[in-house]
């Protein structure tokens, strides 16, 4: 491995926008320097935020607007406190941030004059957006180890991913907290996200690296239309695999998200401490195991549930139509007495009968559906009858 391959060596960033020119996910930010790696997305929240203004690039949503307000002052405010020799403060940093973009999106409010919304709801946001940072410094000079500050809001990500697979280090701001899977099975509402005219907080963790590793900052477009999180990090890492550039990774990963994705979807990474050729060969084992023995496996099951889907749809509709035909075959015996009879005719009764007509009303047994009687269970029929008005088995009188 090369001396010049102990810092950032590889990096590729990217915004996917659903519809061109009005992406709500901003540029992400991918700065790198020697000893030091920065990279951060926003995910402007297109629900909340849809209120559109008039701006003097058109006609923009709070969500767009938000998420671009937002980054810039992040970038302006990170690249000037996060150096080499001292550790970026927290959760200093972290109040300074919330404050920095809480005036620059007051402020933007006030000056889109914003209109009066005639929705009412709860869920309604200003300027709403989602930030997921990372903040790289090295922990000593030429060492391989790396002190990363987490800094966040929201549901977008911050991952590490080394040879022993991808490690999530933000944690989703969910109002139904649960683990990654579980939220793609059954998405959350966002319990916390940067917005003008609400309280946030912008959260904050350190955490220790150990070089060679990835720095992966994504919004919910990247991971969260893939079947489980081992899909995407195998999505990762099989771009990885064929990759020869930082382009030709950051084209395959674009390749595969656009492929299932449903939103924008943005994404920022820097190698750290190998460059791409030896950081491919050192992850190419965990790429090997996943595909073979994690996501191979679930993609055959996968494929066997929706055979047996369309199994079940094709003997479904041969049923109702089998149905229908024996209906139909069926129907005119069964039907036959509900045509009235226009020779039927009853002759009157001139006088009631002198005899007895009815029986008795039989008992009606009443009470839980008994249990099949057994062989032991069968009565007696040669056995004596209890004398009239003898206790029965019950303990009534018969």
Not at 258 to 286: K, Y
Not at 315 to 332: E, P
Request: net charge negative; hydrophobic share 40%; charged share 25%.
């Amino acid at each position: 491995m090369s001396e010049t391959a102990a810092g950032p060596t590889a990096s590729f960033g990217f915004n996917l926008a659903k519809v061109p020119d009005h992406g709500e996910d901003s540029d992400p930010i991918l700065r790198e320097g020697p000893d030091l790696g920065l990279a951060a997305v926003f995910d402007g929240m297109g629900g909340a935020g849809g209120t559109v203004y008039d701006t003097p690039d058109g006609a923009r949503s709070g969500a767009y607007l938000a998420s671009r307000l937002v980054r810039d002052v992040v970038e302006e405010h990170l690249l000037r406190t996060l150096t080499p020799d001292r550790p970026l403060p927290l959760p200093a940093t972290a109040v300074e941030l919330h404050d920095a973009i809480e005036t620059v999106l007051q402020d933007a409010l006030t000056g889109l004059n914003a209109p009066v919304s005639r929705l009412r709801s709860r869920l309604l946001r200003a300027l709403p957006t989602t930030m997921a940072l990372g903040a790289l410094q090295r922990s000593e000079p030429e060492g391989s180890r790396w002190v990363c500050e987490v800094l966040w809001a929201g549901d977008s990500r911050v991952y590490a991913l080394d040879a022993s697979g991808l490690h999530q280090l933000s944690v989703d701001d969910l109002r139904d907290p649960s683990d990654a899977m579980t939220n793609l099975q059954r998405d959350s509402v966002i319990s916390n996200a940067i917005s003008a005219d609400t309280e946030f907080q912008v959260n904050h963790r350190r955490v220790t690296l150990e070089a060679p590793f990835a720095l992966v900052c994504a919004t919910d477009g990247c991971f969260g239309y893939v079947p489980s999180p081992m899909h995407f990090e195998q999505l990762v890492l099989d771009g990885l695999a064929e990759a020869e550039t930082d382009e030709d990774w950051s084209l395959a990963v674009q390749r595969s998200i656009s492929a299932v994705t449903g939103d924008d979807a943005s994404m920022a990474t820097i190698v750290v401490g190998a460059d791409l050729a030896d950081f491919r060969a050192a992850l190419a084992p965990r790429q090997a195991e996943m595909a073979d023995l994690v996501v191979a496996p679930l993609d055959a099951m996968a494929d066997e549930i929706q055979r047996a889907q369309r199994d079940l749809t094709d003997l479904q509709a041969r049923y109702v139509a089998a149905q229908a035909d024996q209906w139909q075959r069926y129907r005119t015996g069964y039907e036959r007495m509900l045509q009235d009879d226009q020779d039927a005719s009853v002759d009157p009764v001139d006088e009631t009968p002198s005899r007895q007509i009815w029986k008795p009303a039989k008992r009606i047994a009443t009470g839980h559906v008994a249990a099949a009687v057994t062989t032991d269970e069968v009565p007696d029929t040669d056995a004596t009858p209890a004398p009239e008005g003898a206790p029965t088995r019950e303990g009534e009188a018969s």
